[in-house]
């Protein structure tokens, strides 16, 4: 159940430079995550929006990190100045609600290498 | 504190057996979900079970089974007569719906299964 889209789905970046990636929901989804994923980890939670309002942040998310959904609809993850531990892959979530409770499906992810 | 331990790194198996996948979570929480996830070599992250803390019945779906015990703080995933494409790493995760509602990961458990 992919009910994001992810782009791009790869990047190779040299060090020092500034990396943008945008999630996509293909329906409406109050709630957007991201989270990150090293190798041999499993995913880490980084931030979320309810709608349009960015309602919580990990301390993981340092200050050259930023992230944005204007209108509440898709999101954008911003890496300025790239660091090798940046390497990783960045996954949006959207949150899925029924009567029994709530799921968090996953995007297939944005590869990031920085060389 | 929010905890969820997969102490095995790493399971191979030959096509057929059976193989039990341990999860042992932590949390003050009175209310949570727990969720497996598969991420095969693909790299997307699958959901397979959400369990609410409330409702601690067993799950079967298929070769898969899921045992929740609130008493031992253990859900774990037993996958009956392996295959080969079984083959990925799993990750169990626990849900905090008391606010944010993000997922803490175990480290994952590599599942190789043989021919």
């Known amino acids: 159940d992919t009910g994001v889209s992810q782009n791009p789905r790869h990047k190779i970046t040299k060090r020092g430079q500034n990396v943008t990636f945008r999630c996509d929901p293909i329906?409406?989804?109050?709630?957007l995550y991201w989270y990150r994923q090293t190798l041999g980890q499993g995913p880490e939670f980084l931030t979320y929006?309810?709608?349009?309002?960015?309602?919580?942040k990990s301390r993981l998310l340092s200050d050259r990190f930023s992230a944005e959904r204007p209108k509440g609809s898709f999101s954008t993850l911003e890496i300025q100045r790239t660091e090798q531990g940046d390497s990783a892959m960045y996954l949006c979530?959207?949150?899925?609600?029924?009567?029994?409770?709530?799921?968090?499906?996953f995007g297939e992810g944005s590869w990031l290498t920085v060389v | 504190a929010q905890k969820v331990t997969q102490a095995q790194t790493e399971i191979s198996v030959v096509e057929k057996e059976d193989v039990t996948l341990d999860c042992v979570y932590e949390?003050?929480?009175?209310?949570?979900?727990l969720f497996w996830y598969k991420q095969p070599p693909s790299g997307e992250l699958v959901f397979l079970i959400r369990?609410?803390?409330?409702?601690?019945q067993n799950e079967i779906s298929g070769r898969y089974s899921w045992n929740f015990q609130k008493s031992t703080s253990s859900f774990n995933f037993t996958i009956t007569a392996s295959q080969v494409v079984d083959s990925a790493v799993y990750f169990c995760?626990?849900?905090?719906?008391?606010?944010?509602?993000?997922?803490?990961f175990g480290q994952g458990t590599t599942l190789q299964v043989k021919p």
């Open positions: 949390t003050r929480d009175t209310t949570y979900y």
């Open positions: 979530a959207y949150e899925r609600g029924s009567p029994s409770g709530n799921t968090i499906y």
């Open positions: 329906s409406e989804h109050n709630r």
């Open positions: 929006f309810q709608n349009e309002a960015q309602l919580e």
């Open positions: 995760a626990l849900y905090r719906s008391s606010n944010t509602g993000k997922l803490i």
């Open positions: 369990r609410n803390s409330f409702d601690e």
